[in-house]
């Protein structure tokens, strides 16, 4: 049995990939509906500083050091982590998938050149690459972005390219060989769609990651300081943490269920890809 | 040899609980293993003879298995209600089983010797000492040469039929009294499988122990089995001796697992390739059966291959020293004619599947020519060898990985003629519908996946995509070895009848000599790369002169129970490598015509 519906349905049997889904979608909506929850900039002073959650009906979630609304905060840095998250994955499986299907596929002195450059980046600390990065280049999202992307995509190369091994010496792409199709074709039709299913599960924990790497690199103010984003506000929550902890810790529990729902969403969805492996 | 059965087992039922529902793969089926005698149970692929096997030993996972039954008895205890503990001390020791692959039934990080060893200590209680001299003991019993030194070596050191001896080692070494064997020998060549096939009675015989022998093969059934039981869809259709069976078959079912087994010498007499009987008409006279000439012998020949050597390895490169290479294929040279069948038979590593390869350029030759209508393809690249893929197509032996399981059947077939320019879209899907019919398919199937349809089916959909560029040799690399026998003789009917309609020319790859008697007009045999017999089918099946040609003949079992007597002992020998050291060269090798057309490799 396989299909759209028997994969939906193995989807939604799994719990903890159904909790992933959801808190995915909670996050995409609220990232979508910053601007008319909370017009003003999140960096804009709205109220006193210090105040805590549930204190005031103003603030649900209490205000910074610098009287700036958390929960605002909140909604516009899902925003940050999101699109970092997105474009950064897309990034490294463009990469990932070009790279380790060629290297897989072609072999020989490709094969060589593309791995030593996977290893070259995996050997890599990629926070340390990452901060160069984003030292050398001007703090924006586009350089955070590029940096993870960068830094991610040996990731789904090497697997790529283990697959596409084990393809490649099935009798199906031989006779698609000698069938006469050209390289091109037969990586972008048939090699493509094959390896998809492995790169889907990989890829949503490389967006987890992705969210991390920004929030680590927002947390040490190397980010744009224009925008608000869940690492910088932890790194400005820093300075009260004996005080008022909570700066630190909301923003912290954003990113703590952000990467859990992406991380169970891939679990969910390696499982119901591979239904074999689940039950053995 | 008493009738008392060890193993009765009545009404067993086992389904498979998928997506809610629950599919039955085994129907009540009952039947009595006695004391010291060999039990088969033969049937198609999906009838639920490995089901049962698995069941007995209560291997099956439950769930998704649902095993239900009113009991498998065995030494008055019921199998099917013994707790997981109880079962651990009755498998490997009181029952015991091999499978079909002996690749991966052995720890390739363990030495032999300990594996076999380990059993003992299991379940007999020895020590270590004790027990790896008992190991060592059990592969002298299954006749591995030099027990004692092999018994500390890993199992890649082993070939398959050597591993398959381990694995029976392992199984018997706590003399059981009951063996299951799933499959021993399929995986195996003819030569080792004949000498398997006579351990396994050999043993029997002196261990006394009663064996369920499971198989698909009829012709290893009347070699093997005291009794069977003929399952189909699971049930058992049909039980009884061996000898009785085979001599009057009762049931409709029975009848068509029997005549579908080529028989070896069923050929004698006649010149052209025949079809297999259709279905249920058995009593097919064999003038109905056999095919007109098709041969166009004055043409120049559609392909010639002239002293083709392939090697593999031994470059040197920055990180590998300058080694030994496999000498795949080595001088090899041979012609077909328009409508003509050369078959290329040998055993695993004889370089047959090799030739095949470079014929249609996934293997690049080392040496020699390769002409295709008088034009060398040896070297071509770009556009030259995308036009010489129209001409030659291969079909591959597995029919289940050779489709993207993502594509529909129709897309598949119409990919080469989009590819190729042939036809714009439109006129690629009539073309596919007309495939199709050709092959034997219903049009509407053109819009489903491959995972939808059976192996025979999906060799089929092979055959038409192959069939799409309108090609004039077709290579056909052990393309029915994997089909059950029905199948296979459906797919070899159509194949012959494809070639009559088309004209078309086979490269037909197997080790099955006897689906080659069938459809051969040619044969050459291969033994480590290089071709030791060649010529017309008729010569080399009635008149073998290479002693290699004569082992192979002789290894094939025969679906005969009462010729069962002729059991040829195989000398026990390994295929020899053709690993060599780099830079060797082959010695000169002179062929003998001893009839027209008919050539042996003189000794040396």
New interface residues.
């Given amino acids: ?2 299909g759209w519906p ?1 994969f939906r ?1 193995r989807f939604l049997r799994n719990p903890a990939g159904v909790f992933g889904l959801v808190v995915i979608i909670l996050m995409i909506l609220t990232a979508l509906g910053a601007g008319l929850l909370f017009p003003a900039s999140p960096l804009s002073i709205t109220g006193d500083p210090f105040i805590w959650p549930g204190q005031s009906p103003a603030h649900p979630l209490g205000t910074d050091i610098l009287g700036r609304d958390i929960l605002a905060g909140i909604v516009h840095g899902a925003r940050v982590s999101l699109i970092v998250g997105l474009a950064a994955t897309a990034i490294a499986v463009i990469l990932g998938m070009t790279l380790g299907v060629c290297a897989g596929y072609f072999g020989g002195l490709t094969d060589v050149v593309i791995m030593r450059l996977v290893e070259l980046f995996q050997t890599m600390p990629s926070l340390i690459f990452t901060i160069v990065v984003m030292v050398s280049l001007t703090p924006s999202i586009p350089a955070i972005v590029l940096a993870i992307g960068m830094t991610s995509w040996p990731q789904i190369a090497r697997l790529v390219r283990a697959e596409t091994l084990r393809l490649r010496n ?3 792409l ?9 390289d091109l ?1 037969i990586i972008i ?2 090699l493509f ?2 390896v998809t299913s492995i790169v889907v599960v990989t890829a949503s924990i490389i967006a987890a990651q992705a969210i991390l790497l920004e929030a680590a690199i927002s947390f040490l103010g190397l980010g744009n300081p224009n925008m608000i984003s869940w690492g910088s506000m932890i790194g400005s929550g820093k300075e009260a943490l004996r005080s008022a902890w909570y700066m630190a810790a909301i923003p912290g529990m954003a990113i703590f269920v952000a990467v859990l729902g992406l991380s169970l969403f891939g679990n969910g969805l390696n499982d119901a890809l591979n239904p074999q492996g689940t ?2 | 040899m008493t009738q008392e059965p060890i193993l009765d087992v009545a009404d067993l039922r086992i389904a498979f609980r ?2 809610g529902k629950s599919i039955p793969a085994v129907r009540g089926l009952s039947f009595n293993l006695r004391r010291g005698e060999i039990l088969a149970l033969v049937g198609e692929s999906g009838c639920g003879k490995s089901a049962t096997a698995q069941a007995v030993m209560r291997l099956l ?1 439950e ?2 298995a649902e095993i239900a039954g009113t009991h498998a008895l065995f030494e008055g205890r019921d199998l099917l209600r013994l707790s997981e503990a109880e079962m651990r001390n009755i498998r490997g020791n009181r029952i015991s089983m091999i499978f079909q692959d002996p690749l991966s039934t052995l720890n390739p990080v363990m030495k032999v010797g300990d594996q076999i060893a380990e059993v003992f200590v299991r379940h007999k209680g020895m020590g270590w000492d004790a027990a790896r001299k008992e190991a060592v003991r059990m592969l002298d019993l299954v006749r591995i040469p030099e027990a004692a030194r092999r018994a500390s070596d890993y199992p890649h050191l082993f070939s398959g039929g050597m591993r398959q001896r381990v694995a029976i080692a392992t199984a018997i070494a706590a003399r059981p009294s009951v063996l299951i064997a799933d499959e021993p020998t399929t995986a195996l060549d003819v030569t080792i499988q004949a000498q398997i096939l006579e351990l396994i009675r050999s043993l029997q015989r002196e261990e006394e122990m009663a064996v369920l022998f499971i198989t698909h093969d009829m012709g290893v059934v009347a070699e093997i089995a005291d009794r069977m039981v003929v399952m189909n869809g699971g049930q058992a259709v049909e039980s009884g001796t061996t000898e009785a069976i085979f001599a009057d078959p009762r049931e409709a079912y029975t009848r068509t697992l029997i005549s579908a087994v080529p028989r070896l010498g069923a050929m004698n007499g006649f010149g052209q390739p025949m079809r297999f009987p259709p279905p249920g008409r058995i009593d097919t006279p064999p003038s109905e059966l056999l095919m007109p000439d098709t041969v166009r012998a004055d043409e120049r020949p559609l392909i010639e291959v002239r002293n083709l050597s392939v090697r593999f390895g031994g470059r040197a490169g920055l990180f590998r020293a300058t080694g030994s290479s496999v000498h795949a294929v080595e001088n090899v040279s041979f012609s077909i004619q328009p409508g003509e069948t050369l078959a290329l038979v040998g055993e695993s590593g004889c370089g047959k599947s090799s030739t095949g ?1 470079a014929i ?1 350029r ?1 293997n690049e030759p080392t040496r020699g020519s390769i002409l295709l209508e008088g034009r060398d393809i040896a070297g071509i690249r770009g556009e030259d ?2 036009r010489m ?2 001409r ?7 029919p289940f ?7 529909s059947v129709g897309a598949a077939i119409a ?2 003629l989009v ?2 320019r042939l036809l714009d879209r439109k006129s690629a899907r009539t073309r596919v519908l007309e495939l199709l019919a050709q092959v034997g398919l219903k049009p509407e199937m053109a819009d489903r ?1 491959p ?1 939808e349809f059976s192996g025979g089916q999906r060799q089929r959909i ?1 055959v038409a ?2 069939l799409a ?1 309108e090609p004039s040799l077709i290579v056909a690399d052990e393309s029915v070895s994997a089909l059950d026998v029905s199948i296979k003789a459906q797919v070899v009917n159509m194949m012959l009848e494809l070639q009559r309609k088309l004209g078309l020319s086979y490269l037909f790859i197997s080790h099955d000599m006897a689906v080659v008697e069938r459809v051969s007009h040619r044969v050459a045999v291969m033994y480590l790369g290089e071709i030791v017999e060649i010529g017309p089918r008729a010569e080399i099946f009635g008149n073998p002169r290479h002693p290699y040609t004569q082992r192979l003949m002789a290894a094939v079992p025969i679906p005969d129970p009462s010729r069962r007597g002729e059991l040829r002992s195989v000398p026990l020998n390994e295929l020899r490598s053709p690993v060599r050291p780099h830079g060797y060269e082959p010695p000169e090798r002179v062929y003998h015509e001893v009839a027209p057309g008919h050539l042996v490799m003189k000794a040396g």
């Fill in positions: 049995m396989t028997a349905r099935s009798e199906f031989l006779t698609l060989k000698v069938l006469g199709l050209s074709r039709r048939h769609p094959n039950h053995k | 998928s997506a996972p769930p998704p390869r249609v996934l060898l995308k893929r129209r030659v197509q291969m079909i591959f032996q597995d990985a050779s489709l993207d399981p993502r594509m990919e080469p590819v190729h996946l995972h092979c995509r192959a560029l």
